[in-house]
T-cell receptor, first 113, second 116 residues
């Protein structure tokens, strides 16, 4: 079955380190998204992509970057991890139509010490 | 500005009773609306969506939602709640900014607690 996976599921890192979270989908969806979920803030969009080599900033993009070299993957990089980036990160994908449904991965819990 | 509001942080209901989780939206033109559920330590799961047509939308796990254009609402409902329905529920509307085909605007979420 087609699916969307994230790795690692849990990560502990230190302040200042670079961290990359992986997201892989097998639906051949054009659109992919990264969100963070924090208590009291719901889901906030970090970056998104509408296709290969396309990337766009969301509402909380500072300190994060993404690249889209193929359809299946959208890795999220924290350039220099900060304690404020401790959160649960969700990747999502969607076919390209405006009425299409977004499907979410299982999440990555990141702790920055 | 486009927005989604879930006015209740938590909804408590007894098992077997009907449940309603409220959602109101503000968006120009016709909205595309979605409901998701999140169980503890899991990702969001899609429940249902309203695009056009019948105002009553049926979805997964016996849930349905009623679209009301005049009240700009899209409340999630279930005739008989189960303890296993206890979870965090998110309402979302598709951002209708020019050129957008994907971005969603999420509400803050409502925790549903179903007591036996």
């Amino acid at each position: 079955d087609a699916e969307i996976t994230q790795s690692p599921r849990h990560k502990i890192t230190e302040t200042g380190r670079q961290v990359t979270l992986a997201c892989h989908q097998t639906w051949n969806h054009n659109n992919m998204f990264w969100y963070r979920q924090d208590l009291g803030h719901g889901l906030r969009l970090i970056h998104y992509s509408y296709g290969v080599h396309d990337t766009n900033k969301g509402e909380v993009s500072d300190g994060y970057s993404v690249s889209r070299s193929n359809t299946e993957d959208l890795p999220l990089t924290l350039e220099s991890a900060a304690s404020s980036q401790t959160s649960v990160y969700f990747c999502a994908s969607q076919q390209g139509g405006v009425t299409d449904t977004q499907y979410f991965g299982p999440g990555t819990r990141l702790t920055v010490l | 500005a486009q927005s989604v509001a879930q006015p209740e942080d938590q909804v408590n209901v007894a098992e077997g009773n009907p449940l309603t989780v409220k959602c109101t939206y503000s968006v120009s033109g016709n909205p595309y609306l979605f409901w998701y559920v999140q169980y503890p330590n899991r990702g969001l799961q899609f429940l249902l969506k309203y695009i056009t047509g019948d105002n009553l939308v049926k979805g997964s796990y016996g849930f349905e939602a009623e679209f009301n254009k005049s009240q700009t609402s899209f409340h999630l409902k279930k005739p008989s709640a189960l303890v296993s329905d206890s979870a965090l529920y998110f309402c979302a509307v598709r951002d209708k900014s020019a050129g957008n085909t994907g971005k969603l605007i999420f509400g803050q979420g409502t925790t549903l607690q179903v007591k036996p």
